[in-house]
Structures are given as structure tokens and as C-alpha cells.
């Protein structure tokens, strides 16, 4: 099962303000317990793009109970569908607990480009033991140089 957010393709923004600097939100809010096999797609990040900070944010408390704690890995996938290099599935995080309880983190990972357009993810690798729904918002920013 796939958990979009409803404006996942349209909603790039450009501050012309700050140079070449760009802001990408999106959100989802699942109402049921994401698998280790459904993927949350936040927002679509065009080719071209140097990625320097992804923010992940959740509202409420997801995973209400201890033990298995929710884990999760972040990362994108081409829009495209074709493959993407190994290790974007966790580009960004490995088996966090970042979701676990409610807060706004930064995720640590050294910058880099994008050369196509891809969507930031985010994949279980452990479950909830006990979920309650709750809006998950993704922040990225970055520079927007343009495709090669």
C-alpha cells in the first residue's frame, strides 16, 4: 500500500529571493499502520536539485507502545520507476526511530545532487506495536543548479 501525499507531483516551490535556493513540503497522514512493505511518498525533488536538508515531522504520538518501537528508513526513488543507485533507499536515515514520537528532526547525511527527478520516501522497517494515526510532514531543502 502506498500512502501519497495529495499533492505529491505538483508542488515545487523557488524563492528567488535566496539565490537559486528551493523549499519542498509534503505530508501524509496514514490511517492505518504503514507495513514493512508500503512506502509514504512525501513530494517530487526535479533533477538538478542539491539536496542539504531533510526535516521529517510528525504531530502526533504514531507509535503508542514500546516494544517493537516503529523504525524507518528514508530515502527516494526515480519518479520514473527506473532504478535507482543502491543505498537511496536510505539515503537520508537507516532504521530510525525518528517517527516514533512526536517532534520535528533534521536528518544527518553529507549533501548531494540529484541528476533526475525523484521522491522522497519513507519505508518501516519495523512496525509500530501499537499506531495511532498522525500527519507526517517531509521538509526538504536544497539549491536548485538545473539538470547537467
Given at each position: ?82 532504478a535507482a543507485p543502491s543505498g537511496a ?21 553529507a549533501p548531494f545532487r540529484v541528476e ?33
Amino acid at each position: 500500500m502506498q500512502f501519497n501525499a495529495p499533492d505529491l507531483i505538483s508542488k515545487p516551490m523557488f524563492t528567488d529571493d535566496d539565490a537559486s535556493a528551493v523549499t519542498f513540503t509534503g505530508a501524509v497522514t496514514p490511517a492505518t499502520s504503514p507495513a514493512t512493505t508500503d512506502v509514504l511518498q512525501f513530494m517530487k525533488v526535479p533533477a538538478g536539485t542539491e539536496i542539504n536538508t531533510v526535516i521529517l515531522q510528525n504531530t502526533g504520538d504514531i507509535d503508542t507502545n514500546g516494544v517493537p518501537t516503529l523504525a524507518v528508513n528514508v530515502g527516494y526513488a526515480y519518479v520514473d520507476g527506473s532504478a535507482a543507485p543502491s543505498g537511496a533507499n536510505t539515503a537520508f536515515a537507516a532504521a530510525s526511530l525518528v517517527l516514533q514520537a512526536p517532534g520535528r528532526t533534521a536528518l544527518n547525511f553529507a549533501p548531494f545532487r540529484v541528476e533526475k527527478d525523484i521522491i522522497i520516501q519513507v519505508v518501516p522497517t519495523t512496525v509500530a506495536a501499537t499506531f495511532a494515526s498522525a500527519k507526517i510532514a517531509a521538509i526538504v531543502h536544497g539549491i536548485a543548479y538545473g539538470c547537467k
